[in-house]
Each structure stands twice: as C-alpha cells, then as structure tokens.
C-alpha cells in the first residue's frame, strides 16, 4: 500500500508561502522573508532568522506561482 504525503503551508497574509507568491507575482526575484502578522504592518523575518520549514514554504509559495500560466509575472 503506498501512502501519498503532503505538506500543508499557512497560507495566511503575510506568511512565507504568501510572500513567496507575491515576490515571483510582482517579479521582485526570490527573496525569503516573512511578517509574523499582517504584511508590513508587522515584524518582518528575514532569511536569515527563518526556519528550514520556513524556508520551505517561502520557496513552494515563490514556485507555485511561477509554475501557473496564468500567474501575472510581468
């Protein structure tokens, strides 16, 4: 019997999936980082205060979206 795994992200606001997303949307190029809160109204982590999962979510978010054809991108 073979099991799929998953992984689920935090998709909320603001999270590292989000802003992954919204860096490769906007073109502004990968740059991992992340708001504990609501974006810019929070602190923001940076890639070198993340965690590996962290890290993870960011690049999943950042490659999703490049992936989708009708993901704006320019």
Same mark, same amino acid.
């Given at each position: 019997?073979?099991?799929?795994?998953?992984?689920?992200?935090?998709? *909320?606001?603001?999270?590292?999936?989000?802003?992954?997303?919204?860096? $490769?949307?906007?073109? *502004?190029? *990968?740059?991992?980082?992340?708001?504990?809160?609501? $974006?810019?109204?929070?602190?923001?982590? =940076?890639?070198?205060?993340?965690?590996?999962?962290?890290?993870? =979510?960011?690049?999943?978010?950042?490659?999703?979206? =490049? $992936?989708?054809?009708?993901?704006?991108?320019?």
């Amino acid at each position: 019997m073979l099991l799929e795994m998953r992984t689920y992200f935090d998709a *909320r606001h603001g999270g590292p999936y989000d802003r992954g997303t919204a860096d $490769s949307w906007y073109k *502004r190029g *990968r740059s991992p980082h992340f708001f504990r809160g609501a $974006s810019y109204d929070s602190p923001m982590v =940076e890639e070198k205060d993340m965690t590996p999962f962290e890290l993870k =979510e960011y690049n999943a978010g950042f490659d999703d979206n =490049e $992936s989708d054809p009708n993901a704006r991108k320019n």
